[in-house]
């Protein structure tokens, strides 16, 4: 079964290579997203190192003059997916993109890439290391808001966890800008309804894109002044753990130029992290920063700590508390929702789903802490979910079943590079 599975996820990437980069999913998804690439290099490099590096190097052809990353690059105009180019209209790099950015799993997909390889994968990484510098540089300046402590983020999709309840917060202090044209979603004629964020979510996410428009994409100006505006611990501890990342990267280089700053952005990071922390939860949770009112769910986003190698041992400790009184309530970890909350649902996208790239950074986080019983488990129920399913996007916490995107790449990667029983491949 292992096998057969290891072939079926080779041939998932070959097909949805688009010459260098990979689509996520065709139709549905039809462009090079930017965390969906760094998780697919992962399994490229199982058996085509040269093609995962190649990944990398085409989304950093994406990369804005200001240093972001955008979260889609746009290589042409697909009628399958809205919002498309129109719609965001940028200008900010070498392709139309986004306007926003994405979890920033870059430098921590190159570390790893680095040390399962050689001099060749290292000399790869040096030539990539100055970019990606940037990139970070442009989330500690661009994504900090003034008078917060910590990066956040303008759009829900900017998160990767699109309609996760834990961005009602931020949503309902919005209201639909009037002048948004009619448009037509394109995601609901590849998926069922069902699964997918709500008509008045999207009119927001609509909105906040016009807002960028309005102001040229000023990414300052997004960031204070525009309709959104949220802490995210995923963001947070993503881009901690990027951060250390990419220091270790810089001194296997050489680059005592840079390690000042690297050093500077992880401090401000472990000093800021406190804000995301929720007493009544007893957990790191989103937060509204205009209203500072937190989110009162446990996301797979709060399960990021031990990646990060942040938190106090009190903190972690009640982390690994919500994690054990979630599994005593699914089948499956970890879901992207709070099983306990009223808007938990199972099959909804970022409502309830378990989403493998998610599942892959929990578990290796908990693995580097000694969390080595809870590490496996996560692993291994995603294993058992493709093994049942095959290669969703997501998958339900409750009964198994695929939901949304079939075919999907960073669902293949991973079973290649880390969720195969047989890691040989």
């Known amino acids: 079964m292992a096998l057969d599975l290891n072939q079926q996820a080779r041939d998932?990437?070959?097909?949805?290579?688009?010459?260098?980069?990979?689509?996520?999913?065709?139709?549905?998804?039809?462009?090079?997203w930017n965390w969906d690439s760094a998780f697919v290099a992962l399994g490229f490099a199982t058996f085509n190192r040269d093609r995962a590096w190649q990944e990398l190097e085409l989304l950093l052809q994406g990369q804005w003059d200001n240093g972001m990353i955008p979260h889609i690059i746009f290589r042409r105009d697909d009628p399958d997916y809205f919002p498309g180019p129109s719609v965001w209209q940028t200008s900010g790099g070498a392709f139309p993109s986004g306007g926003i950015s994405q979890p920033p799993v870059f430098a921590s997909v190159m570390l790893e890439l680095i040390e399962s390889g050689g001099a060749e994968d290292l000399g790869q990484a040096q030539a990539m290391f100055d970019q990606v510098l940037k990139w970070h540089r442009w989330f500690h300046h661009d994504r900090t808001p003034n008078g917060c402590p910590v990066v956040c983020t303008v759009h829900p999709w900017e998160t990767g966890r699109d309609n996760c309840p834990d961005w009602e917060l931020g949503l309902d202090r919005m209201d639909?800008?009037?002048?948004?044209?009619?448009?037509?979603?394109?995601?609901?004629?590849?998926?069922?309804?069902?699964?997918?964020?709500?008509?008045?979510?999207?009119?927001?996410?609509?909105?906040?894109?016009?807002?960028?428009?309005?102001?040229?994409?000023?990414?300052?100006r997004l960031t204070n002044e525009g309709p959104f505006l949220m802490a995210d611990p995923g963001i947070h501890f993503i881009l901690m753990r990027a951060d250390r990342d990419l220091l270790a990267i810089a001194k296997m280089l050489g680059r005592s130029d840079a390690f000042d700053e690297l050093q500077g952005f992880i401090s401000k990071s472990e000093t800021g992290t406190d804000y995301l922390w929720n007493p009544d939860m007893n957990a790191f949770c989103a937060r509204d920063v205009r209203s500072g009112t937190f989110s009162q769910g446990f996301s797979s986003a709060s399960a990021l700590p031990f990646y990060a190698d942040a938190g106090t041992p009190a903190q972690r400790q009640g982390t690994l508390d919500n994690i054990k009184r979630i599994a005593a309530k699914v089948d499956y970890l970890i879901p992207s929702w709070d099983p306990d909350a009223a808007d938990f649902e199972p099959q909804r996208?970022?409502?309830?789903?378990?989403?493998?790239?998610?599942?892959?950074?929990?578990?290796?986080?908990?693995?580097?802490?000694?969390?080595?019983?809870?590490?496996e488990q996560v692993r291994q129920d995603l294993a058992r979910l493709i093994e049942k399913s095959g290669f969703f996007e997501c998958f339900n916490t409750m009964t198994g079943d695929g939901c949304i995107g079939t075919d999907f790449s960073w669902t293949a990667?991973?079973?290649?590079a880390w969720a195969s029983p047989n890691q040989e491949n």
């Open 349 to 375: 996208y970022w409502c309830g789903p378990v989403w493998p790239q998610m599942n892959n950074i929990i578990s290796k986080g908990l693995a580097e802490q000694g969390e080595t019983d809870f590490a």
């Open 413 to 416: 990667a991973l079973w290649l």
């Open 176 to 220: 639909v800008d009037e002048g948004i044209e009619p448009y037509t979603r394109m995601d609901t004629v590849h998926a069922d309804v069902s699964e997918r964020p709500s008509k008045l979510q999207y009119d927001k996410y609509v909105t906040i894109i016009k807002f960028g428009r309005d102001v040229g994409w000023d990414q300052k």
């Open 12 to 32: 998932i990437l070959n097909r949805n290579d688009r010459g260098g980069y990979t689509v996520p999913t065709a139709r549905l998804y039809p462009y090079q």
